[in-house]
């Protein structure tokens, strides 16, 4: 497809950032990607974004089953009509032990497909995206302008660069569990929509973690210094895809079980390409530049609130009650459960939908690399959770906050494999920061300590049911560093607003399989973190 078409990958994938072109008419306002992020704006618009990509390839394969002329059982065209775009279901582990990130994404550029008349070896369009080269003269910022294909923690910044997909899986596995507890956490312990959406914080608004902040970790780890981790260009490689329609249906099972809390108005702290900096949004925001009718209606995040106007629903929510939605959340994650390979399904027997239903197939097929000691299964037991906050600018680069439970190699290339790590805080960041550093904001995370804890308490290293005691191994053994996204350490004091401290919540366990735990409230631990660089210190807001 011709790369001027709106409808062509290089198109559709440029809304998200660059080459801030104009798409299907719709003008920018500032020199930005269309995406809201930081924004209350950040689940709703990327339910559109990705349905707009799946409409394009459910023509085209509508097309292809048409094309076959020897379907002589006529199973094509049916599989065709319930076609749904796949998720990458990277929070839960499968049963087979595999890696989290699935052989069809990165192990081979090339792929062999199956057809009535035949195979045939095709270049894997899960593993990059090959750019013409006139498109790199509209990607100035270093190394983006020399790499001619997508790169997925790229072993250098020359134009010669490789991905190394296999380190990429050997990280994403390593803080698989870390995904599932912050998941959880956040069904659990976020049910106010404003604190649930997005990553950018107020002294008066005191939620930490977010589904922006965990599926920033996931942008991260892919990337490492490669397409992924910069807003500018994440969406050109096709993992961005995958990710995105899993991050629409952990947002999706969320409003399930949230059904009362939603868009709330807010001020936008970044902006976006048609929305200024400072500006008004609220649920009836156009979520351009995607329109929801021939008329030229923009969807608003109160026409995308409910997946079925697309045309799809996803396994663990349709047509369930909500303990039916526990119940299956629970299977899947709270345990750190296998799953089955899956898939989004379609709203009725055939769907042809105005723009896209958003699709879905698990293609994770892993499981943990150890196993996890259980929460308590009855009674009261307490979480410990560290939370990050910092300013989305340094020096316009995007970076980690890695944190660990015990020792750790010094060698910050390490890090994200380090048996102690307990999970990883990404701040990824669009390039209009590195030119305008007013566009930057407070961003937070919180990362799940208790599990491993847990492992070390097995260890006879702390005893939990001591709250003192545990406090005092954490004021010991709880570790935070800093990196750039190509593994370089940056000193903790030059990091801007960067603030660490633990949380603990007395949560009471749940009595069945189709509830979740009761949290209460989460009070600060002062002492566990002062004194030590970026450390909560005296006066300091929480």
Request: overall charge negative.
């Amino acid at each position: 497809m011709d790369q001027s078409d709106v409808r062509s990958y290089y198109q559709l994938s440029g809304i998200h950032g660059r080459p801030f072109i104009e798409w299907n008419g719709v003008p920018l306002v500032q020199n930005m990607g269309y995406c809201s992020h930081t924004s209350n704006l950040f689940a709703t618009w990327h339910r559109p974004y990705v349905a707009a990509f799946e409409q394009v390839l459910y023509d085209i394969v509508q097309d292809v089953a048409t094309s076959i002329v020897n379907d002589t059982k006529g199973e094509y065209k049916p599989a065709a009509s319930s076609f749904r775009h796949p998720y990458w279901d990277w929070a839960a582990p499968a049963l087979d032990g595999g890696p989290i990130l699935p052989a069809p994404i990165s192990g081979s550029a090339y792929i062999v497909v199956y057809l009535p008349n035949g195979s045939q070896t095709i270049p894997n369009p899960l593993y990059q995206y090959k750019f013409d080269h006139s498109d790199l003269s509209s990607f100035p910022d270093a190394p983006f302008d020399v790499w001619e294909e997508t790169k997925r923690y790229p072993s250098t910044t020359t134009a010669t660069a490789s991905s190394q997909d296999k380190l990429v899986g050997q990280q994403i596995t390593q803080s698989q569990d870390s995904y599932a507890q912050r998941f959880m956490n956040l069904l659990q312990a976020y049910p106010r929509f404003a604190n649930f959406s997005n990553s950018a914080w107020t002294p008066e608004s005191p939620g930490y973690d977010s589904l922006e902040s965990l599926h920033n970790q996931i942008h991260g780890l892919i990337g490492n210094g490669g397409h992924m981790s910069i807003i500018d260009y994440s969406g050109f490689d096709p993992l961005f895809w995958l990710h995105h329609t899993n991050v629409d249906r952990l947002f999706a099972i969320w409003q399930a079980l949230h059904p009362d809390s939603f868009v709330e108005p807010s001020i936008e702290p970044v902006g976006s390409a048609v929305i200024a900096q400072g500006a008004r949004t609220d649920v009836h925001t156009p979520l351009k530049p995607f329109r929801s009718d021939t008329k030229g209606d923009f969807w608003t995040s109160d026409s995308a609130a409910d997946v079925t106007r697309f045309g799809y629903s996803y396994p663990e929510i349709q047509g369930k009650s909500v303990p039916q939605v526990k119940a299956a959340v629970n299977a899947l994650y709270a345990a750190s459960a296998g799953k089955s390979i899956t898939r989004r399904s379609s709203i009725g027997a055939e769907t042809d939908p105005k723009l896209a239903p958003l699709i879905a197939a698990g293609l994770s097929n892993e499981a943990p690399v150890e196993t996890i000691p259980d929460l308590p299964a009855t009674g009261n037991y307490t979480e410990y959770l560290a939370n990050v906050r910092a300013s989305s600018l340094l020096s316009g680069e995007a970076f980690f906050i890695h944190l660990f439970i015990g020792d750790f190699d010094p060698d910050p290339r390490s890090w994200t494999f380090e048996p102690s790590l307990v999970g990883s805080h990404a701040v990824i960041t669009p390039y209009v920061m590195k030119r305008d550093p007013l566009q930057s904001t407070i961003v937070t995370g919180q990362i799940p300590l208790t599990r491993a804890l847990r492992a070390d308490e097995q260890k006879g290293l702390v005893d939990m049911t001591n709250n003192q005691n545990t406090k005092e191994y954490l004021t010991t053994n709880l570790h935070w560093r800093v990196t750039t996204m190509d593994d370089k350490e940056v000193p903790r004091d030059q990091v801007p607003d960067l603030k660490i401290s633990v949380v603990a919540a007395n949560v009471s366990a749940a009595q069945a399989d189709d509830e979740f735990p009761v949290w209460g409230e989460m009070i600060v631990q002062t002492d566990i973190t002062t004194g030590r660089p970026a450390g909560l210190g005296p006066g300091d807001a929480v």
